[in-house]
Each structure stands twice: as structure tokens, then as C-alpha cells.
T-cell receptor, first 111, second 113 residues
């Protein structure tokens, strides 16, 4: 899940298992949500997005779930691979003009 | 290939000096953004520009300045007034202000000694 401070929450997952990364957002007026993957020393890469009129969206090996009642977002990665190791950020937007990012979760894939 | 280029990748400066980070895009995007990232934290918005010759302050604009004289370019100057400038700086762009599809550059790591 999300946390404030200098230490990123870390999720360790064995290769081949499914990963679930959680994110709580604060603005009930947010209408767009997005997950990014960031590898060390690189810029964030788009993974998947979802609008507030949906509660689930699937991509290739990834699924995003949105629960507006409790303001919770999750990213599920199926059959996690070593290349999935990175920091994952959720971001929310109330207007299209800017995104507000969470603090990130580090995913470590063990062999 | 279209994309965003940030340069340099690593930058070292002495305390008290101004420094300018470059961001160039060939995606024909109208909107451009600068974010700052500190260890263990999410991205925080410094400045953004919706169109040439126009820009707005983000959440942490103090100590920074920008210009948008060309559509392709959105340089960020970190001034001596920025109290803690050492960070990873990311530039992003998207087609227009109502679009959601952000594209990020690979970042510039600034270290002030």
C-alpha cells in the first residue's frame, strides 16, 4: 500500500506468482487513475489506466481494479517475471491538467 | 522515433549556482510538465505548460523557473533560491490539456555540492 516517508513499501513475490499492489487515493472527485512502472534511473512507463466509470480493466498480464466506495486502486500482475521488478506508482487526476502521484511500491521478484 | 529527450542524464553543480535542465520533445505535444522525485517519494509537480508562451506553477514551484518559447522545448532552471535542489527531475508531455496520455523522459539527476 501507499505510505508517506523515506522508505518505500516493498512487495516480494516469487517468480511465477501473482502480484497485487495497492494504492489508496484521497480525492473522491478524481475521475482518472493510472499505474506507472519505474525502473532505477529511468522515467515512469505507462502500464494501464482506468476511468472512474469503470471498476475493472485488463491489459496484457495486468489488471487494474477500482473501488470508489473505499477509494482504493489495485494493480494485479499475473505470472510475475524478474523483469517486473521495479517501483510502481499509482496516480490520480481530477482534471486532465495534472496528475497527483502516490509514493510508490517497490516490487521485488525472487527466483 | 518520437519521444522526450532530457539532458544531461547526470548534472553536478556547486551550491549557489543556477542550473538549467533541458527537455525536448518531437511528439507535437502541446502540454509539458516538470516533476521532481526524491528518494522514497512520489513525483511532485513543479511547473507545467499547456501551450507555447504560457505556463503555470505546480505544487512546488518555489526556487524554479521555466520558459516555453517553442512547442518542442520546456527548459527548467533550478535557481540558487531552491533550498534543497538535489533530486531526480522528470519531464513529461501529453497531446493536449484535456488528454491523459503522459509520456515521460528518462530524467536528469541533479546533485548540488
Amino acid at each position: 500500500g501507499e505510505s508517506v516517508g523515506l522508505h518505500l513499501p516493498t512487495l516480494s513475490v516469487q517468480e511465477g506468482d501473482n502480484s497485487i499492489i495497492n494504492c489508496a487515493y484521497s480525492n473522491s472527485a478524481s475521475d482518472y487513475f493510472i499505474w506507472y512502472k519505474q525502473e532505477s534511473g529511468k522515467g515512469p512507463q505507462f502500464i494501464i489506466d482506468i476511468r472512474s466509470n469503470m471498476d475493472k480493466r485488463q491489459g496484457q498480464r495486468v489488471t487494474v481494479l477500482l473501488n470508489k466506495t473505499v477509494k482504493h486502486l489495485s494493480l494485479q500482475i499475473a505470472a510475475t517475471q524478474p523483469g517486473d521488478s521495479a517501483v510502481y506508482f499509482c496516480a490520480e487526476s481530477r482534471t486532465a491538467s495534472k496528475l497527483t502521484f502516490g509514493t510508490g511500491t517497490r516490487l521485488q521478484v525472487t527466483l | 522515433d518520437g519521444g522526450i529527450t532530457q539532458s544531461p542524464k547526470y548534472l553536478f553543480r556547486k551550491e549557489g549556482q543556477n542550473v538549467t535542465l533541458s527537455c525536448e520533445q518531437n511528439l507535437n505535444h502541446d502540454a509539458m510538465y516538470w516533476y521532481r522525485q526524491d528518494p522514497g517519494q512520489g513525483l511532485r509537480l513543479i511547473y507545467y505548460s499547456q501551450i507555447v508562451n504560457d505556463f503555470q506553477k505546480g505544487d512546488i514551484a518555489e526556487g524554479y523557473s521555466v520558459s516555453r518559447e517553442k512547442k518542442e522545448s520546456f527548459p527548467l532552471t533550478v535557481t540558487s533560491a531552491q533550498k534543497n535542489p538535489t533530486a531526480f527531475y522528470l519531464c513529461a508531455s501529453k497531446p493536449g490539456i484535456i488528454d491523459y496520455g503522459y509520456t515521460f523522459g528518462s530524467g536528469t539527476r541533479l546533485t548540488v555540492v
